[in-house]
């Protein structure tokens, strides 16, 4: 296939432009270049094979999709951001330029897409109550995490819950503005795929880190907040207690669930809109993660400092049983071999 990957030249989309040469496709790249993931810009080829554009700007993405079977959409704003005033910029990177995309490949004919989802479309994730059964606890109240009381409760009774794994199926519950722009594109994917008898699959991505995150930006994943730290001789700084429990999973595996997501819709069932869980199914703590990097590059151990951001989920690890049965995926990168090789992987910034 000829793929277009917007947002091929940044840390995912590098690595998914990888998966796809190395598994015989021509693959076109069409990226802005934005300094919140680009300090040190990487280079693009310019004419048939890269563009350096904007995905909002409609001229340019039509001229990108000239030619080609597929796309896979990774160009967003991602994280949470400096405070509510970045609401706009995400709206505008990542359901703008979504749809700005959409309406281009409708014109063009092109019926294929893939997109970089997120699991934080769920919110919290999955709880029971010992009393109660499975229940979705609201979001976490301001004063209790002002006390230390970071676990949520039971909605119905208040005592303990358990997390759990969540499912595709789960109801959608975003809980900041990355998260409700991310669902957003979802929504948009899927009355584009009905429209105009398309195929659009969403890999909802776990906590994706690697060689080639970006640092010391807000705009950042939370590995590379530590590795940052580590590497100017600082302890990492973990919020919260540290026992929040997330799924981290390797760049290379995401690129390669991309590739596959993008052979298997090839051909597919017209109309289709399908989700899938894309995580390691090794959840670990926040804090276990960050004294795995810290052992690995070798630096001090984190400090737990008790503090927190409210637009953060407590739990959310995700089942990705689908994504393996279904389209025969694997991740092939454990969770202290990856810590291990990205406390010594290039950075970029």
Not at 71 to 78: E, I, K, N
Request: hydrophobic residues 40%.
């Amino acid at each position: 296939m000829r793929v277009l990957v917007t947002g091929g030249a940044g840390f995912i989309g590098s690595h998914v432009v990888e998966a796809l040469t190395a598994r015989g496709h021509e693959v076109a790249v069409l990226d802005a270049l934005l300094p919140s993931a680009h300090a040190d810009p990487p280079p693009v080829p310019d004419g048939r094979l890269g563009t350096v554009a904007d995905v909002r700007d409609r001229d340019a993405v039509r001229e990108a999709l000239r030619g080609v079977d597929a796309v896979c959409h990774q160009a967003a704003m991602v994280g949470l951001g400096k405070d509510f005033a970045d609401a706009p910029a995400y709206v505008g990177c990542n359901d703008l330029g979504t749809a700005v995309l959409l309406a281009g490949m409708a014109e063009a004919g092109v019926r294929e897409l893939v997109l970089a989802g997120s699991m934080v479309v769920y919110g919290e994730g999955r709880y029971a109550c010992a009393r109660h059964g499975v229940v979705r606890p609201g979001p976490r109240a301001a004063a209790d995490l002002d006390a230390g009381r970071f676990e949520p409760r039971c909605p119905d009774c208040g005592d303990e819950l358990s997390p759990g794994l969540v499912g595709e199926d789960a109801p959608a519950d975003p809980r900041n503005v990355y998260a409700s722009t991310k669902l957003a594109q979802e929504h948009l994917a899927a009355a584009w795929a009905r429209a105009c008898d398309g195929r659009a699959v969403s890999l909802r991505y776990h906590n994706v880190y690697g060689p080639g995150m970006p640092r010391d930006t807000p705009y950042a994943g939370v590995a590379s907040f530590f590795r940052s730290s580590l590497e100017r001789g600082e302890p990492p700084q973990v919020f919260e207690d540290g026992r929040q429990r997330r799924d981290f999973v390797h760049v290379r595996d995401v690129a390669a669930a991309n590739a596959m997501a993008l052979e298997a819709v090839h051909g597919g069932n017209a109309g289709a809109f399908t989700a899938y869980n894309t995580g390691s199914g090794e959840p670990h703590t926040v804090g276990e993660m960050a004294q795995e990097l810290a052992r690995a590059f070798g630096g001090p151990g984190p400090e737990v400092t008790g503090e927190y951001r409210l637009g953060d989920v407590r739990h959310v690890t995700a089942d990705s049983g689908r994504l393996r049965t279904e389209l025969g995926w694997r991740p092939e990168v454990g969770f202290a071999e990856g810590m291990a090789s990205f406390a010594k992987a290039p950075l970029r910034g």
